[in-house]
T-cell receptor, first 112, second 113 residues
Framework: DQQVKQNSPSLSVQEGRISILNCDYTNSMFDYFLWYKKYPAEGPTFLISISSIKDKNEDGRFTVFLNKSAKHLSLHIVPSQPGDSAVYFCAASPFQGGKLIFGQGTELSVKP | GEEVAQTPKHLVRGEGQKAKLYCAPIKGHSYVFWYQQVLKNEFKFLISFQNENVFDETGMPKERFSAKCLPNSPCSLEIQATKLEDSAVYFC???????????FGDGTRLSIL
């Protein structure tokens, strides 16, 4: 039972354009959501998070949107840069200090 | 330290042997988590600690896996009588408290031959 789903295995975007990565979840008890970026042979790197009491959080080029009624979150990267090429994972946590439930990842490729 | 440090980077064991992995969390972080990545993009939670106490062990295969976080020592994950299916990358993460994000080490690649 996949509680966190990223339905797009890959995404290709032109440098300078917006990248939009999507994530759906099924468990309404999740109340903390995160996005991680991962390069090969490295651990996931934390990008940005959002708690369930908010619908938007912004940090530089990265913005996360949360739509609780649709159980959907998205990560926007503007403008996209070639260095953003990596696998992006969304993750959710059901309670304070809790384990992360990961999606399957989306491989982003930003073309110069 | 400022990073989660995992050792060794790569560990090779014959089937049936013991494997022990280590993790030094970021200084000041009270939560430690272990995850297993078997297929390229699938993370499975194993166990978490709050300081030296087990916080959540719902993901741990009880028969052969054990873990500890003792004061003034790296945390450890031990697998007894390893099987081929234990081949995976094992990631450790730590967080300061509560809703603070988890920060990951670079993992230990365990290969069972």
């Amino acid at each position: 039972d996949q509680q966190v789903k990223q339905n797009s295995p890959s995404l290709s975007v032109q440098e300078g354009r917006i990248s939009i990565l999507n994530c759906d979840y099924t468990n309404s008890m999740f109340d903390y959501f995160l996005w991680y970026k991962k390069y090969p042979a490295e651990g996931p790197t934390f990008l940005i998070s959002i708690s369930s009491i908010k619908d938007k959080n912004e940090d530089g080029r990265f913005t996360v949107f949360l739509n609780k009624s649709a159980k959907h979150l998205s990560l926007h990267i503007v403008p996209s840069q070639p260095g953003d090429s990596a696998v992006y994972f969304c993750a959710a946590s059901p309670f304070q200090g809790g384990k992360l439930i990961f999606g399957q990842g989306t491989e982003l490729s930003v073309k110069p | 330290g400022e990073e989660v440090a995992q050792t060794p980077k790569h560990l090779v064991r014959g089937e049936g042997q013991k494997a022990k992995l280590y993790c030094a969390p970021i200084k000041g972080h009270s939560y430690v988590f272990w995850y297993q990545q078997v297929l390229k993009n699938e993370f499975k939670f194993l166990i978490s600690f709050q300081n030296e106490n087990v916080f959540d062990e719902t993901g741990m295969p009880k028969e052969r896996f054990s873990a500890k976080c003792l004061p003034n020592s790296p945390c450890s994950l031990e697998i007894q009588a390893t099987k081929l299916e234990d081949s995976a990358v094992y990631f450790c993460a730590s967080s300061q408290q509560g809703y603070q994000p988890q920060h990951f080490g670079d993992g230990t690649r365990l290969s069972i031959l």
